[in-house]
């Protein structure tokens, strides 16, 4: 575990660059589209979170889907 180092706040070194990152990309799109800081960070907070949400549901229906197909197969209704 020599190759994962923690910064003074006790986060992993890619989680502080992660943030870094997304304060760089905030502060990029505030300055380019004239919103204050705090309004993009919760546009972007809400728009993130929705995509979450949708991604849970499709992940679900991928393994309902999967399941039935393997069911399926298993049972000799559908060859591969």
């Known amino acids: 575990m020599s190759h994962l180092h923690l910064d003074p ?3 992993p070194a890619w989680l502080s660059a992660g943030v870094a990152g997304l304060r760089l990309g905030l502060r ?3 300055h380019h589209t004239g919103l204050p800081l705090i309004l993009v960070a919760a546009i972007a907070l809400v ?3 929705r995509l979450f949400k949708r ?5 679900v229906e991928v393994a309902f889907a999967l399941g039935l197909l393997a069911a399926a197969t298993r049972l000799g209704w559908v060859t591969w």
């Open 28 to 30: 990029w799109a505030s």
């Open 9 to 11: 706040h006790g986060s």
């Open 55 to 59: 991604s849970v549901g499709f992940a």
């Open 47 to 49: 728009l993130s979170w």
